[in-house]
T-cell receptor, first 113, second 114 residues
Framework: AQSVTQPDIHITVSEGASLELRCNYSYGATPYLFWYVQSPGQGLQLLLKYFSGDTLVQGIKGFEAEFKRSQSSFNLRKPSVHWSDAAEYFCADSGAGSYQLTFGKGTKLSVIP | ETGVTQSPTHLIKTRGQQVTLRCSSQSGHNTVSWYQQALGQGPQFIFQYYREEENGRGNFPPRFSGLQFPNYSSELNVNALELDDSALYLC?????????????FGPGTRLTVL
């Protein structure tokens, strides 16, 4: 069965600092990988996705993620964090041809002004 | 372009009751998936509907059921509510045949079971 691991439950960064959120997936063949963001009490907003091609993908709000098959990772990065980025971030995997998204448990990001 | 909408926003029920949650898919989408997100957890897949039929199901009991209508909107029904059913219920729509199966989520319905 697919599984997604987000090792960090909570991360705190200063505004303007760089950010990296970690994600590891277990599905071996052809992962379809996604990062979503959830503000308190809200639904999920898609930040970016990877399914093939260039392993560095750009998303909205200045986020990017890099797919590394050798490490089974799909880490999310942002060079300079803004206070409005404070939210919970979820990594998800569907796998090629799958209808089901498998989510990690999420990483809560706090931003210090 | 209209995004995914869900109703109601919040709902309070008592144990043993039944509840119906509603979802309107994003315009142009024909597939709807439902997820349950317990407090502090990631969303868990309940089931997906395509062409008005269940297209796949996660590890949820039969008292969780659904419908999809010809306009691609959907309902999630939960019978015999239990305290553990308290959660945020998320609906996501997508387009079958889209090479990446990208799902777009609504704002959710917060269900509290007392």
């Amino acid at each position: 069965a697919q599984s997604v691991t987000q090792p960090d439950i909570h991360i705190t960064v200063s505004e303007g600092a760089s950010l990296e959120l970690r994600c590891n997936y277990s599905y071996g063949a052809t992962p379809y990988l996604f990062w979503y963001v959830q503000s308190p009490g809200q639904g999920l907003q898609l930040l970016l996705k990877y399914f093939s091609g260039d392993t560095l993908v750009q998303g909205i709000k200045g986020f990017e993620a890099e797919f590394k098959r050798s490490q089974s990772s799909f880490n999310l990065r942002k060079p300079s964090v803004h206070w409005s980025d404070a939210a919970e971030y979820f990594c998800a995997d569907s796998g090629a041809g799958s209808y089901q998204l498998t989510f990690g448990k999420g990483t809560k990001l706090s931003v210090i002004p | 372009e209209t995004g995914v909408t869900q109703s109601p926003t919040h709902l309070i029920k008592t144990r043993g009751q039944q509840v119906t949650l509603r979802c309107s898919s994003q315009s142009g989408h024909n597939t709807v998936s439902w997820y349950q997100q317990a407090l502090g957890q990631g969303p868990q897949f309940i089931f997906q509907y395509y062409r008005e039929e269940e297209n796949g199901r996660g590890n949820f009991p039969p008292r969780f059921s659904g419908l999809q209508f010809p306009n691609y909107s959907s309902e999630l029904n939960v019978n015999a509510l239990e305290l553990d059913d308290s959660a945020l219920y998320l609906c996501a729509s997508s387009l079958a045949g889209d090479s990446t199966d990208t799902q777009y989520f609504g704002p959710g319905t917060r269900l509290t079971v007392l």
